[in-house]
């Protein structure tokens, strides 16, 4: 009964190939998160959508796109993946509302290795 | 100053012992906290929020202290499975949370 699926769990690309990763819910929550996580350190955010708007990082490199096609589903892209996009990418998703922000549901991870 | 500050450990404490962990953060308008907890090599996972009147959910404890900026995390009776990285998180504007580095947690027989 998993609640945010991230697709694939493991992706090898090239120095330069494109890739997109994939991000699912079943929450229906309004909010969506992709966070970049590199060894031994916290995750860090690289934009989130609340709804359809979408909210960019000041410090989130260009090579570094996102979609939210509709409200279940939020893809990565990452143009030219250089050495040191090598990294586990955690999708999240919340619920905001008036009250405030409930807390992040994530998925298992995307394991990004550069060749 | 980073906005959220922990001890990054590690913390190597024997079985059964009790453990606390502290985390001060820099907004003092920052209005939801929380735990989490992760795994080596696997995703965060909510261990709890923490409320203003502190809470306490089975060995775990969390407190609130607005004035000083800090929150807290408290393990009694602590298994070989609590051994993590635990990650403090404050909630800052446009519904962005603010993570901490985390304290890795080694729990020895």
């Known amino acids: 009964d998993a609640m945010v699926i991230q697709n694939p769990r493991y992706q090898v690309t090239q120095f330069g190939k494109p890739v997109t990763l994939s991000c699912s819910q079943t929450?229906?929550?309004?909010?969506m998160y992709w966070y970049q996580q590199k060894s031994s350190q916290a995750p860090k955010l690289l934009f989130h959508?609340?709804?359809?708007?979408?909210?960019n990082e000041a410090d989130t490199p260009d090579n570094f796109q996102s979609r939210r096609p509709n409200t279940s589903f939020c893809f990565l892209d990452i143009r030219s993946p250089g050495l040191g996009d090598a990294a586990m990418y955690l999708c999240a998703t919340s619920l905001a509302g008036r009250t405030g922000t409930q807390p992040q549901h994530f998925g298992d991870g995307t394991r990004l290795s550069i060749l | 100053r980073k906005e959220v500050e922990q001890d990054p450990g590690p913390f190597n404490v024997p079985e059964g012992a009790t453990v606390a962990f502290n985390c001060t953060y820099s907004?003092?308008?920052?209005?939801?906290f929380f735990w989490y907890r992760q795994d080596c090599r696997k995703e965060p996972k909510l261990l709890m929020s923490?409320?203003?009147?502190?809470n306490e959910d089975g060995r775990f404890t969390a407190q609130l202290n607005r004035a000083s900026q800090y929150i807290s995390l408290l393990i009694r009776d602590s298994k070989l499975s609590d051994s993590a990285t635990y990650l403090c998180v404050v909630m800052g504007s446009n519904y962005q949370l603010i993570w901490g580095a985390g304290t890795k947690l080694i729990i020895k027989p």
């Open positions: 907004n003092s308008a920052s209005q939801s």
């Open positions: 929450l229906n929550h309004n909010v």
């Open positions: 923490v409320y203003s009147s502190g």
């Open positions: 959508y609340y709804d359809k708007d979408f909210n």
